[in-house]
Nanobody, 114 residues
Framework: QVQLVESGGGLVQPGGSQTLSCAAS????????MGWYRQAPGQRELVAVT??????TYADSVKGRFTISRDNAKNTVYLQMNSLKPEDTAIYYC?????????WGQGTQVTVSS
């Protein structure tokens, strides 16, 4: 069983920056995909994911503004968010996908508002 502990989040002004981190318990295979999703009222959507070898995928809406990184030794994934916009406001969920199984963090609220 994998448990995910998220940190970061909170209130930030438009144009500001924020970093989220997510630490996974246990040993996470380099083949696992780690990343972030978000949910405003409506569907949960992919924000960014990365493989253990560094292949990264971003939602079009965050390309050029958000950067995902991963520390395999620490089983931790980060999301650096820059140039934040009000439409980035959502609950952000950490995700680890191991084979067909998805593990989710508890979610952390990010609110972009002046």
């Amino acid at each position: 069983q994998v448990q995910l502990v998220e940190s970061g989040g909170g209130l930030v002004q438009p144009g500001g920056s924020q970093t989220l981190s997510c630490a996974a318990s246990g040993s996470i295979s380099i083949f696992a995909i780690m990343g972030w999703y978000r949910q405003a009222p409506g569907q949960r959507e992919l924000v960014a994911v990365t493989t253990g070898y560094g292949t990264k995928t971003y939602a079009d809406s965050v390309k050029g503004r958000f950067t995902i990184s991963r520390d395999n030794a620490k089983n931790t994934v980060y999301l650096q968010m820059n140039s934040l916009k009000p439409e980035d406001t959502a609950i952000y969920y950490c995700n680890v996908k191991i084979g067909p199984t998805n593990y989710w963090g508890q979610g952390t609220q990010v609110t972009v508002s002046s």
